[in-house]
């Protein structure tokens, strides 16, 4: 059997196996020599019958090479993915031909999912990029993390399989830097702390994460107070790990839950806040007060540095500003006393 890749792709490769190369795997051999090739891809395309060694296809990702061997393969063109671009405004931060920085607005989806089969962040990226060279086989944005839909901030995409593959691996060994602000219930006593807890799914609602599920996975919250409210706190916050609403499970196990968070703060907490004007500032706040405001990782092709900031977006600054405002007048009138 012969695959005639030439007229499903172009640049098709041809490689010849060299005497350090005896012995491998002929999956682990085509990733060692494209970078932009994960061994998942190459295993697929070895059982579709598109990789030949010597003329002749060879389906058997385990099959040791010998030196002399060539080992010839084209990359299948990308297949249109099935969704739909959408002219959605986006806040791009950075572009280049690898990846895209995006500072998404609360409210937004990331990715398609149930009861949001439109409108989200990859259906506006469809539209604004008309370089992807394709994620997987498809021409689609690479998702590389996420923000929760009601959360505002900086987001990294990446256009190409090596790129996402590249971001992943930064991701995976924790070598990305992500910075969160958070406005939360309470008057933090401590200037910083640290928060280990493992973070799964809640025992009896699965809809919702829990710190004391008995199947969590290890998470890390560092937190430092930005500024001070009275019943409230502003912090700056830092995670280690990445594990699904990590944040605001962390913040709830501490008594701290963030402000507007209608999955995992108390609903009549705000009711319980004492100085009535904090209460009413509290209230304008329709969303849980949680935005991501610094990420640093390296450029996946260059290995350039790269750190991009984004400040509080304008419903959250507004209450924090009148907040400050209101504390620093009732301290004011504290010292003339």
């Known amino acids: 059997l012969r695959v005639n890749n030439a007229a499903e792709g172009s640049d098709r490769k041809v490689l010849t196996a060299g005497g350090k190369d005896a012995g491998l795997r002929l999956d682990v051999y085509l990733t060692s020599q494209d970078a932009s090739l994960s061994r998942s891809q190459v295993q697929k395309w070895i059982e579709q019958g598109r990789i030949e060694i010597d003329g002749a296809v060879c389906r058997r990702p385990s099959r040791r090479l010998k030196p002399e061997e060539v080992v010839s393969y084209s990359r299948p063109r990308p297949v249109p993915y099935r969704l739909f671009p959408e002219a959605i405004p986006l806040s791009v931060v950075y572009e280049d031909e690898a990846i895209l920085v995006i500072d998404k607005p609360a409210g937004m989806v990331v990715h398609p999912a149930a009861g949001h089969g439109t409108g989200t962040l990859v259906h506006a990226v469809l539209a604004h990029c008309r370089d992807l060279s394709g994620i997987g086989g498809e021409l689609r944005p690479g998702i590389v993390h996420r923000l929760d839909k009601e959360t505002s901030g900086l987001l990294v995409v990446a256009k190409s399989d090596e790129a996402h593959r590249r971001l992943a ?14 406005l939360v219930f309470g008057d933090v006593r401590e200037e910083m702390g640290r928060i280990e807890k493992p973070v799964g799914r809640h025992p009896s609602d699965r809809k919702k994460m829990s710190a004391v599920s008995l199947r969590g996975k290890p998470a890390v919250t560092s937190w430092r107070v930005a500024e001070r409210y009275g019943e409230a706190t502003l912090l700056d916050i830092r995670i280690e790990t990445g594990r699904t ?17 209608r999955t995992y703060g108390n609903p009549g907490r705000v009711r319980n806040v004492r ?16 935005h991501a405001s610094r990420l640093e990782f390296a450029h996946p092709l260059n290995g350039r540095p790269l750190a991009f900031c984004s400040p509080l977006p304008e419903d959250v600054r507004t209450v924090c500003e009148q907040l400050r405002c209101l504390t620093t007048s009732n301290k004011d009138r504290s010292d003339i006393l």
């Open 169 to 182: 691996e930064q991701f995976k060994s924790r070598l990305v830097s992500k910075t969160y602000q958070a």
């Open 245 to 261: 609403h990590q944040i605001r499970v962390h913040l709830t196990s501490v008594g701290h839950p963030v402000v507007g968070d």
């Open 275 to 290: 100085n009535p004007r904090i209460r009413m500032l509290l209230q304008l706040v329709n969303r849980q007060a949680l």
